[in-house]
């Protein structure tokens, strides 16, 4: 039978289909990136500067962009309604200066010198009193909500508002911490290394896991093995292993998934306070293959159903020969 | 410049594109819904008796349940993890005997059929003391996550667990009320009549609006004008008013953006302890098309981007001529 599983952090309870899972192989899809150079906005010399430049790192303005830090921020009501112009600021991280479409085919040294470049820029958005958080993340494929250039690039928007799902995240490590004066997270990695299960991959400083209540099939957290609440500081000393474990679970998606869209978001603390939650919350970044459509009822409610248990894909990816 | 809006009831922020808004025209796109009568499993005498069979509208267990009430429900923790076998109920309703694709194409008293038992099927499930919640809703087409069979049908789940989404949406509705003393939904209406900027479409007993902060474009939500918490007992004496709604929606769909996938998730109140949401929960049903992709931060961030104005898509949807 499935089963129901309560993620720790969030609340949120997932249905797990077990007994009746599908085969990590039915998930296995036929790929098309369209990479024609010709096109690629990335490859050509642009008018646009760029914020920032480093180790082939290109960091632009985004030319569409959907926040502007030209005016103060500033809330207002409209009836009961609230609502603020667009603060903020939406920046590209050309990742490579080379026409390569997935982060996976960069040098450990190129994926290195990407977080390199979302920590800096954090620390440099950080700064402005206006910024309640900064999120860094990637979108690899139509399917993951990317144009389809075929330039590996990522995102960072620094923002006015607490996204909801942070406040979740914290608000439910709080309340583990409230209770067993220790961090949730590094409560799950102890578990999770002992019990292996669910252990995609590992190096010195950081383990891959499939969550216990994955939402989404092939659903992958890297957890940093040293307890820090923030990214930009947190990465310190650990940047090799860092892209290292990085190239590791993307080479598993390529060639386990036949080269699957995905998302990977970083997920660190608010910029302000951090004194407040630097106990309790422990930055990790969620890495998810776009393999499935989700329902309506799951976008409605907040409630999964995950097609296949995370022991068994977590088997699958622990599997792939990435160095074939 | 664009806007960020915050959704009055869970808090949620979403940034709304205006000046630089996609037209409604670029959302539309051709459909193709297989509707291949001889493969129809609904269409087919089956020897899968049903649960309820009234007005040509039959309910079926279904024959891939991801729940079952065959054992009692018991949660259990698994080191720091909960876990529970996946308790629950899963019924198919089969909307009408013919082989009809689309709701929008059933007569609206074939639409009240189909509501009515949503209701019937709700009072008999919250007689269960295990069960906490009953989720009504409907994938039409795969891009709402439904298989590609062409046979009108919805779905009703009852859950032991609160989706995380509904408990976001009491807490949100139980702070306003807290400090107002007044239904947060029934000023939203209130509200919304008086500016009519988002108002889609209405009749005597029921209001169609995009709301405020819109995550999706073209979302839309259907309220009772009259408040009452709970789907089953609230749609009493309203029945034909809401088919009528419900067909009239369903059409400015249909001829407005060609046929496009949707969903929609009713939102009713939990199923214990009624007496103590009744006066702040107002339930209501959520439609929305699926026209675009879901981006990563969006799925890990619950922070959303709107790339239309929910004005804009209202003053759209008003101008469908559904009697053409």
């Known amino acids: 039978m499935s089963q129901l599983r309560k993620d720790p952090i969030v609340g949120r309870?997932?249905?797990?289909?077990?007994e009746r899972a599908r085969r990590p192989a039915a998930f296995v899809d036929p790929k098309s990136t369209v990479t024609d150079q010709k096109?690629?906005?990335?490859?050509?010399?642009t008018n646009s500067p760029s914020v920032y430049e480093a180790h082939g790192v290109k960091v632009i303005n985004s030319n569409d962009p959907i926040l502007d830090e030209s005016k103060p921020f500033e809330r207002r009501g409209h009836g009961l309604y609230d609502v603020a112009h667009?603060?903020?600021?939406?920046?590209?991280?050309?990742?490579?200066?080379?026409h390569?479409?997935?982060?996976?085919d960069l040098s450990s040294e190129q994926i290195k010198a990407v977080f390199q470049t979302y920590a800096l820029r954090m620390q440099?958005?950080?700064?402005?009193?206006?910024?309640?958080?900064?999120?860094?993340?990637?979108?690899?494929?139509?399917?993951?909500?990317?144009?389809n250039i075929g330039h590996s690039r990522s995102q960072i928007m620094a923002v006015p508002v607490?996204?909801?799902?942070?406040?979740?995240k914290i608000s439910g490590a709080e309340k583990y911490f409230d209770y067993h004066e220790r961090c949730l997270f590094c409560d799950i990695i102890t578990q999770e290394l002992k019990s292996k299960d669910r252990v995609v991959a590992q190096n010195e400083h950081f383990l891959v896991?499939?969550?216990?209540?994955?939402?989404?099939?092939?659903?992958?957290?890297?957890?940093?093995?040293?307890?820090?609440c923030d990214f930009a500081e947190g990465i310190k000393g650990y940047e090799d292993s860092l892209a290292a474990i990085m190239k590791d679970i993307l080479l598993r998606f390529k060639i386990g998934l036949n080269d699957p869209a995905y998302n990977y978001m970083i997920q660190t603390s608010p910029v302000k306070n951090p004194s407040?939650?630097?106990?309790?919350?422990?930055?990790?970044?969620?890495?998810?293959?776009?393999?499935?459509?989700?329902?309506?009822?799951?976008?409605?409610t907040g409630f999964y159903i995950c097609p296949i248990p995370p022991e068994m894909t977590a088997a699958f990816l622990r599997e792939v020969d990435i160095h074939a």
């Open 100 to 104: 390569i479409p997935n982060m996976a």
């Open 39 to 45: 096109e690629c906005p990335y490859c050509q010399d």
């Open 276 to 300: 407040s939650f630097k106990d309790y919350y422990h930055w990790h970044i969620e890495v998810m293959p776009r393999l499935t459509r989700v329902a309506g009822f799951e976008r409605g």
């Open 209 to 228: 896991i499939t969550p216990f209540a994955s939402r989404f099939p092939f659903e992958t957290w890297i957890l940093p093995k040293h307890h820090h």
């Open 86 to 98: 667009s603060y903020g600021s939406h920046e590209i991280v050309v990742e490579t200066p080379e």
């Open 162 to 168: 607490l996204p909801m799902r942070v406040q979740d």
């Open 124 to 147: 440099t958005h950080r700064k402005n009193p206006f910024i309640e958080y900064i999120l860094a993340y990637k979108n690899y494929g139509v399917a993951a909500g990317s144009r």
């Open 13 to 18: 309870w997932t249905i797990v289909a077990t």
